[in-house]
């Protein structure tokens, strides 16, 4: 799909170039906007740096985000060996330890126990991971692509605001890019002051003219008001009907 969105790309290269005040970038939009897509594009222009993409929307809990992320960045090249240790100590340790008196409890008490434990180890988890990432070269600084918020339940929501966006934005050089239909609002006022929300509008028919003009679709040329009428401007309608199309139907409509 041609991307078309040079205002939040130039966004970008700011906040990554360190020439922004913000250094996260939230683009929210309705399916079909280009969302994806335009992480993807960023993701592209940045191959020299560490690119490190994550769909929240795969991802199982907290502790999956993270493996996705350390993954990544060792994948280009950072060394992760401190919060891979770590996590593997977690993992061979029980979430819990019941012992007599405490099998006495009730279940909701011990269930109680283990969300908190769990939540400390995430934290910890989260901040090891954060300081790893921190000590990046300026030159191969992380860029944190985070897709598809809206699909995140709401432990993982209260995470994300509270402990991983706050601690990235904290780390010198890393720069944050979410997407989603909804967007995270940040308490913090310090993280929130490094953080801009675009929201992602439909294009105009000039744009989908465009598309038809690069394209080559000779039979479609001078249809895109048309067909921007039919697509409302939807990034993912207008490549679905040009990858399907047909113009006299289309005309005729």
């Given amino acids: 799909m041609h991307i078309d969105r040079s205002e939040q790309l130039e966004d970008a ?14 683009f929210e939009g309705e399916e079909g906007i280009g ?3 335009l992480l ?5 222009r940045n191959f020299d740096r560490s690119a ?4 929240l929307g795969t991802a199982y809990d907290e502790s999956d985000v993270l493996g996705v992320i350390a993954r990544e960045a060792s994948a280009e090249g950072l060394r992760m060996d401190s919060f891979r240790t770590l996590r593997q100590r977690y993992a061979e340790t029980p979430s819990v330890t019941i012992s007599d008196s405490e099998i006495k409890k009730s279940n909701v008490e011990i269930a109680v126990s283990v969300c908190n434990n769990r939540k400390l180890q995430n934290s910890v988890l989260t ?19 985070l897709d598809s918020f809206e699909k995140c339940q709401a432990p993982m929501r209260e995470w994300l605001c509270g402990n991983l966006l706050p601690g990235l934005l904290r780390a010198p050089d890393v720069t944050v890019f979410l997407a989603g239909r909804s967007v995270p609002r940040l308490n913090r006022p310090d993280a929130a002051a490094l953080a801009r929300t675009l929201v992602l509008a ?13 394209a080559e ?37």
């Fill in 217 to 253: 679709i000779e039979e479609l040329k001078g249809l895109g008001s048309v067909i921007w009428g039919g697509t409302a401007g939807v990034p993912a309608r207008i490549s679905e009907f040009l990858s399907n199309f047909s113009a006299v139907d289309w005309a005729a409509e």
């Fill in 202 to 214: 439909p294009f105009d028919a000039a744009v989908v003219e465009e598309w038809i003009e690069l």
């Fill in 40 to 44: 993807a594009e960023i993701c592209r």
């Fill in 127 to 145: 901040d090891e991971l954060v300081a790893t990432l921190a000590t990046a070269r300026a030159e191969r600084a992380p860029v944190i692509l």
């Fill in 13 to 26: 290269d700011r906040a990554i170039g360190g020439n922004a005040p913000h250094r996260a970038l939230f």
């Fill in 52 to 55: 490190l993409y994550v769909d």
């Fill in 35 to 37: 969302k994806t897509s």
